[in-house]
């Protein structure tokens, strides 16, 4: 399996995506935000957390207008993998490729600290290593983890089964609980909690092993 | 010439901002804040001739995320 990895200015959970993608088995080349085109013959790009661009504008606002984005539009548009957690979350929402918008916390906090996600759906690369309402324990750390949809885009995404995580004790305000979205074509996953933070016994958690795990499994069998 | 460019959340969209503004009014004894809704204003200097189509095409592609907000132009 091939994955990249990209890198903007003020991106701080790049390295840990990294190492998450390598314990599972892929290749990874990291990619700078400048770059207009992603490498050849990838299966998965991964969007990182941090604090792209000092979160100036909105969170994720300005890298979704970066050169290598435009090339991770096409990568998607093409039926290719991406995974975008927190700030990476927020990227893909900016750039239309996953819907909702993420806003400030409900009680204006930075919250950093592990929390309960119930998995939603098992129907994606991403998921179907987990069981179905399995409980899992990941952290997170954002100011801007609010999501956000109106309710009409709401019932629409649980009609398509396209909720992968929802909060057991919603920390955000986000509507439905919500904490993790897949795409129409179940091929991108974005959410605020970080599985990359959660994939060795040095972390205090290994929940997250389970997604990467999965996405290795589809895309190698593909 | 100047425009400014006015962003707000959309009607129905939960303001966490607005709503700890309100809150603090109320604690320092101002009665009757009924509502609080926090925005930005962002001021461009363009060159002279810029059409507003061209303003609005940089509200809907950068300046305002229209999923969750609204904009208003004007010229200065």
Known sequence: MKAAVIVFPGSNCDRDLAVAFEKAGADVTM??????????????????????????????AI???????????????????????????????????????LMR???????????????????????????????????????????????????QLRDEGRIAFTY???????T??????ISKNRRVLGMMPHPERAVDENHGGTDGQAMFRGVMDALVSA | MKVRVDVMLKTGVLDPQG????????????DGVEGVRQGKVIELELA??????????????LLANTVIENYTIEVL
Not at chain 1, 114 to 139: C, M, N, R, W
Request: hydrophobic share 35%.
């Open chain 1, 31 to 60: 990619v700078w935000h400048k770059d207009t085109h992603l490498p050849e013959g990838l299966d998965i790009v991964g969007v990182p957390g941090g604090f792209s661009f000092g979160d100036y504008l909105r969170c994720g």
């Open chain 1, 63 to 101: 890298a979704a207008q970066s050169p290598i984005t435009k090339s991770l539009i096409r990568h998607t548009e093409r039926g290719g993998y991406a995974l975008g957690i927190c700030n990476g979350f927020q990227v893909l929402t900016e750039t239309g490729i996953l819907p909702g918008a």
């Open chain 1, 105 to 155: 916390n409900s009680n204006l906090k930075f919250i950093c600290k592990p929390v309960d996600l119930k998995v939603e759906s098992t129907e994606s690369a991403f998921t179907q290593a987990y069981t179905l309402g399995q409980k899992i324990t990941v952290p997170v750390a954002h100011h801007d983890g609010n999501y956000n949809v109106t309710p009409e885009k709401l019932e």
């Open chain 1, 168 to 174: 057991v004790d919603n920390p955000n305000g986000s």
């Open chain 1, 176 to 181: 439905g609980d919500i904490a993790g979205v």
């Open chain 2, 19 to 30: 709503e700890a503004v309100r809150h603090a009014l109320g604690n320092l004894g101002f």
């Open chain 2, 48 to 61: 002279a001739g810029t059409s507003e189509d061209t303003v609005k095409d940089m509200c809907e592609k």
